[in-house]
C-alpha cells in the first residue's frame, strides 16, 4: 500500500502520509509514505528533526493500491491516478472530483489540518503513534492553523496538538512552532521559478484553471524585493500550463496578513472578488491568512458560473 499526499508537497501531506503509513502498517496492512516531490523547508526540518530521511518521489501510480491523504481532487494526483486503485482518502479541503469503481474508506473532516484526522484514526484503532509521527503531526497542525491563529482552526487541532506533544516529548510549543516556522520563512536562496510554485494547488473553476502557491513567512519583506523576478516567472508559469490565473500569496504568520502576487486573464476581478486592492501585479489582503476559506471560497462563487 503506498500513502501519497498531493502535488507540491506541503508540511500536512509530507507528515500525514509518513503518520498514516505507520498506522496502516500497525493495523496490519503494510504501508509506504512517498510523495510527488521534494518537501519544502518546513517538512525538511521536521525530517531532520527526527532523523527521517523524505519519502521516495513517486509520479506514477498506476495498478498500486494507494491512499490519498490531504487532497481529493484528480487535478493534484499523478496523472496516471485513475489507473490506480484508490482504496482511502483523509482530507480537510472541500470535497474534490475523485470517483472510484470500488468502495474506500474516507475520514474527511472540517479541521484545520489532515494530521488532525489521522491522529483521530490512531484513537478509533487504539494505537499509540511513535513519537517520530507524533512530532511530523504537530508540526504540521502547527503549520496548517499558523499556530491556532488560521480561520480553519478548530478547538479538535488544538486538543490534538497538545496530546501529540506530550507523545513527542515537546515541552514547549510556542517555541517549538517558532523554531519550525524560522526554518520555512528562509527562502532568500530559493530560485524564483521555484518560490511560484511553493505549496501551489491548481483548481478548475468552470473550465478555467486557477493555480494558488503560499508561502507563508514571518516578514514578506525580502520576497517583495525579488518582486521583479517574482513577476517574471509567474508570467512564465502562467504561459507555459495556461492558466486563466496564477496567483503567490505571502502571508505574514506575525501580522495574519498576505499580499498576492498575481498574473491573471482578469487581474482585477480576482483581487475585488477577493476583497483587495490591487496595484500593478501586487494585491493587498488584510487578514487572509487561509487559501482554503478565504481565497476559494469565493472564487468559487465568482467564477462558477454558466
Known amino acids: 500500500m503506498l500513502v501519497l ?3 507540491n508537497p506541503d508540511c500536512d501531506s509530507i507528515a500525514g502520509a509518513i503518520s498514516l503509513a505507520e498506522l496502516l502498517t500497525k493495523q496490519g496492512t503494510p504501508a509506504t509514505a512517498v510523495a510527488q516531490g521534494e ?34 481532487d484528480w487535478g493534484q494526483a499523478p496523472k496516471d491516478a485513475k489507473k ?15 470517483t472510484t ?3 474506500l ?41 499558523v499556530k491556532f491563529n488560521s480561520p480553519t482552526f478548530t478547538p479538535v487541532d488544538r486538543e490534538t496538538a497538545e496530546a501529540l506533544a506530550e507523545i513527542a516529548g515537546v515541552a514547549d510549543i510556542d517555541a517549538f512552532a517558532d523554531e519550525q516556522f524560522a526554518a520555512k520563512s528562509n527562502v532568500d536562496a530559493v530560485p524564483a521559478d521555484e518560490l511560484v510554485l511553493r505549496d501551489q494547488k491548481v483548481y478548475e473553476i468552470n473550465g478555467k484553471q486557477f493555480a494558488i502557491a503560499q508561502l507563508e513567512l514571518t516578514s514578506v519583506k525580502p520576497v517583495l524585493a525579488r518582486l ?19 496567483l503567490v500569496l505571502l502571508t505574514d504568520i506575525t501580522t495574519l496578513n ?16 477577493l476583497g ?19 481565497v476559494m471560497p469565493p472564487l468559487q462563487r465568482e467564477f462558477d458560473v454558466a
Open 5 to 7: 499526499g498531493h502535488t
Open 39 to 72: 518537501p519544502n523547508p518546513e517538512a525538511q526540518f521536521l525530517l531532520d528533526k527526527i532523523g527521517f530521511s523524505a519519502p521516495e518521489i513517486r509520479t506514477e501510480i498506476a495498478g498500486e493500491d494507494v491512499w490519498l491523504i490531504d487532497y481529493s
Open 84 to 98: 490506480a486503485n484508490i482504496r482511502g482518502i483523509v482530507d480537510h479541503h472541500k470535497l474534490g472530483d475523485i
Open 101 to 103: 469503481a470500488e468502495p
Open 105 to 145: 474508506e474516507c475520514w474527511i473532516r472540517p479541521v484545520g489540518c489532515s494530521c488532525t484526522i489521522v491522529y483521530s484514526m490512531y484513537k478509533a484503532a487504539n494505537i499509540t503513534p511513535s513519537k517520530e509521527a507524533a512530532t511530523l503531526m504537530l508540526g504540521a497542525i502547527l503549520s496548517d492553523t
Open 228 to 246: 521583479d523576478e517574482l513577476e517574471q516567472a509567474l508570467q512564465a508559469l502562467k504561459q507555459a500550463n495556461n492558466y486563466h490565473t496564477a
Open 258 to 273: 498576505s499580499t498576492g502576487l498575481i498574473c491573471s486573464d482578469e487581474a482585477e476581478l480576482v483581487a475585488k472578488t
Open 276 to 294: 483587495g486592492s490591487i496595484e500593478g501585479s501586487v494585491i493587498d489582503l488584510p487578514g487572509v491568512v487561509s487559501r482554503k476559506k478565504q
